[in-house]
């Protein structure tokens, strides 16, 4: 159960949302569903849940089991590189705490998903951005850095990122988005202004997520130096947007090869994988999940420098408590 949003680690942020502890669970799509957003939320964390790419359906159902498995508050997460208005709609019912949107402006939506009572988050990555959201009336700022794992709209590291957006949030709480997998990334979060974090690739090697066990392997496997922040690689399904992977040998041969264009690279044709029976191609922005066959290697395997942290596959509510308990420690607040 969710503690006292009050407490030694107290926060501008934990107090907003209510919440015990001032870590997020980053939403991924296609790997964070109810049973991880559950873990996180009953262990005194933020679940954020993706539904970007979610039919109606989906988002029904994972909405209802997640109120089946937590009394946490939750936010749900919408990418604004699509239309997302009839998702809002659906996710707007089911009463989220907050409404976090990625990849573009909030300013449209604040005043609707106020009049429905749910707060604003909205990513940004530079203190322009910043500006703009805390101008258009945002709740909360998710301040992602270059470091991080998927898509990465910015350029600006984390920490030079967090403090130059902190100066221009004034009262509005930010949270530090990148290269953060315990409690030593917490505490340094927090030395830089913000009110907290929100990680991803460290909820990836977790029993809860629905990530590909060998997605997982690759993930414990990899050090910081092996990842790639690419625009052109994996995206069929989402051009023209930054990502960050584990390198693999289909991105190496294609960097060996100039980065040749969609049409003209290796295997350019080729389905690698399958989910329920539709194919998924070379290059397509997937997600693996647990429910996938074929060459999962090959696929986009989002992860942040951070990765090189990972090194065993831990329970989410196991990650939050330790990452508590170190924070604690090194800001001596025990
Ligand atoms: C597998 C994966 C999928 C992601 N999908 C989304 C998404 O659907 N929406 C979103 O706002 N951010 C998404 N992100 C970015 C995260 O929200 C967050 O910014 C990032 O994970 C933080 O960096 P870290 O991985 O180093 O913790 C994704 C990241 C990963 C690793």
Known sequence: ???????????????????????????????????L??????????????????????????????RAKTKAHFAVNLCLAMPQDARLELCLSHKPNAVHFFWGDAAPYVRHVHAHG????????????????????????????????????????????????VDVAGSVPVLAAGGISDGRGLA????????????????LATPESAAHKEYVAQLIAADHGDTLIETDLYNVGWPNA?????????????LAEGRPDNRSRHRADDAIAQRGGVNIGTYQSTTPHREMTGEIEAMSMWAGQSVGLVRQVEPAGSIVARVMDEARTILSLR
């Open 1 to 35: 159960m969710p503690g006292s949003p009050s407490g030694p680690f107290s926060t501008a942020f934990t107090k907003l949302v209510g919440v015990s502890h001032p870590v997020a669970l980053a939403p991924m799509g296609g790997v964070v569903e109810s049973d």
């Open 37 to 66: 957003a559950a873990a996180v939320g009953n262990a005194g964390g933020y679940p954020i849940m993706p539904f970007s790419w979610s039919g109606q359906d989906v988002i029904e159902a994972e909405l209802t089991s997640l």
């Open 118 to 165: 749910a707060l604003v988050i909205q990513t940004v990555s530079d203190s322009e951005e910043a500006g703009r959201a805390v101008a258009a009336g945002v709740d909360v700022l998710v301040a992602q850095g270059w470091e991080a794992g998927g898509h990465v709209r910015g350029t600006v590291a984390t920490l030079p990122l967090i403090p130059a957006v």
């Open 188 to 203: 340094a979060a927090l030395c830089l202004g913000a009110s907290g974090v929100v990680m991803g690739t460290r909820f």
């Open 242 to 254: 930054q990502h960050r992977v584990l390198r693999n040998a289909l991105a190496e041969r294609w």
